[in-house]
């Protein structure tokens, strides 16, 4: 079920987004008069799954979902169509349009993503608003676990103060990937600030071990599956441990150290059962374990228990116009970090370039629709981003060429742009095999 939940929010969000970027590229082609033979979600290699001509264009689903694409009459493009471009121009035709015309429908497709990113964040925070911990009340600092974060120089207990020169005010989702991609974080530790230089190679560092959040809200020991082979009967599941042995226990990292150092015996604990304090004896295994899952609480139990003041701001409808353009602009500029990053050699995050599988692995295994929109977002903007890019079979290559003609009053020749159509379409297989085998590569090597 888990994996039928994640396929039909991964293919409903590619669906989405392809459909989109495509109907930016056919709604300014039929503005123009310019034909549009084809219009297609996924790619009909030798056949399709359904097609409908309406008028003078086929639509239909491709049975190979890696994309999707319009066929506009009279332009140079991933059909290769040399019989067509053989025959004289016609007045329908892309290749026939003034320059600027031909601009505007090449951009019509990343204009599109970019809008649907800020529509959907403008969207989610009127819907959702922003829920957040404000790091002021983190007075015992953050959870670290990750070896890539401790051997870069964090602690548990650590509180972060800045990241990159901007003082953090609240403790949100976006507070892990804005130091993978940060510079330098300053922390305050028992009282003294520090700066941590984050390595080049960091990204690199972390793919080394499992996912999972680098600075976490440090949380109570909850009891969750009690295993079968427990010794610690005694036990209940949602049990909240506050005493181990004598010593206050307050988060499941102090908990952890104490376990450490009793190994193998027999220890009082007391723990809160249904609010009421409740001393039992625990056994600690030779590894240190009590033969028990971890279980966790939702942000209303832990405010109510006294860990932390949650904060959630709601925001009217044209209060939500700045502050999801805002969101959108912090997206945009992250997401040109991290393509700095991989094209950088010395962070090595270009091993961390991921196909289908990785974009499918984002999306949870439980249905949340603010998790989705938030995601397919991300999505939007990465594809807008990735298509400006100049190379040639991508629509920021058609854009290079036409600005090249708009400056310079000189038409590449259809040669030209068939062969450069080539050699960019041979670039993004490449592309789509390095990305696609490095997760072939991280599946094997789990």
């Known amino acids: 079920m888990d994996i039928v939940i994640k396929l039909s929010q991964f293919l409903l969000s590619l669906s989405l987004l392809i459909i989109l970027h495509e109907l930016g590229h056919f709604i300014p082609a039929k503005l123009f008069k310019t034909r549009v033979e084809k219009f297609y979600l996924f790619f009909d290699v030798k056949y399709s799954l359904l097609k409908k001509k309406i008028g003078e264009t086929e639509y239909g689903i491709g049975w190979l979902p890696l994309g999707g694409y319009v066929k506009i009459s ?26 600027w015309q031909r601009l505007i429908i090449m951009l019509g497709g990343v204009t599109v993503n970019f809008i649907l990113a800020f529509i959907i964040y403008i969207g989610m925070a009127f819907a959702y608003g922003d829920t957040y911990v404000a ?6 600092g953050v959870y670290i676990e990750n070896p890539a974060m401790i051997k870069a120089g964090f602690r548990t207990g650590d509180k972060i103060v800045s990241i990159d020169g901007k003082k953090v005010e ?46 976490g809200i440090r949380m109570p020991f909850v009891v969750g599956k009690i295993t079968e082979d ?15 042995n004598g010593q206050k226990v307050q988060y499941f990292d102090e908990a952890k150290v104490i376990l450490e150092a009793n190994k193998g015996k027999t220890i009082p604990a007391v723990v809160l059962r249904d609010l009421k304090e409740t001393p039992i004896t625990v056994k600690v295994s030779n590894a240190g374990k009590l033969g028990i899952g971890v ?21 009217g409808f044209l209060e939500s116009i700045p502050v999801g353009i805002e969101k959108g602009k912090d997206q945009l500029v992250g997401y040109g970090k991290q393509l700095k ?44 981003v990735m298509n400006l890019l100049p190379i040639p079979a991508l629509d920021g290559g058609h854009v290079m060429f036409l600005l090249y003609e708009i400056i310079s009053g000189k038409k590449p ?29 991280k599946a094997i090597m789990k």
Do not use: C
């Open 74 to 99: 009279g332009m140079i493009d991933e059909s290769m169509d040399k019989d067509q471009m053989a025959l004289p121009p016609q007045p329908w035709e892309f290749r026939s349009k003034p320059a």
């Open 135 to 140: 790091n002021a009340d983190l007075k015992d």
């Open 170 to 215: 609240n403790f949100d989702n976006d507070m892990n990937i804005n130091v993978i991609m940060a510079k330098n974080v300053v922390i305050d530790r028992e009282g003294k600030q520090q700066t941590i230089n984050i390595p080049s190679d960091f990204v690199d560092q972390l793919s080394k071990y499992e996912k999972g959040l680098l600075i």
């Open 341 to 384: 990053m991989i094209f950088n050699p010395e962070t090595k995050a270009y091993k961390q370039v991921g196909g289908f599988a990785a974009i499918y692995n984002i999306f949870p295994s439980s249905w949340s629709w603010e998790t989705f929109w938030s995601i397919t977002a991300l999505l939007s903007i990465m594809l807008g």
């Open 295 to 315: 279980g966790t609480l939702g942000m209303e139990s832990l405010e109510k228990l006294g860990y932390y003041k949650v904060s959630t701001k709601e925001y």
């Open 230 to 244: 427990s010794e610690n009967t005694s036990l209940k599941a949602k049990d909240l441990i506050t005493s181990l």
């Open 413 to 441: 020749s259809d040669k030209f742009l068939e062969n450069a159509q080539m050699v960019g379409f041979v670039l993004l297989i490449a592309l789509l095999l390095f990305a696609n085998g490095n997760d072939i590569y």
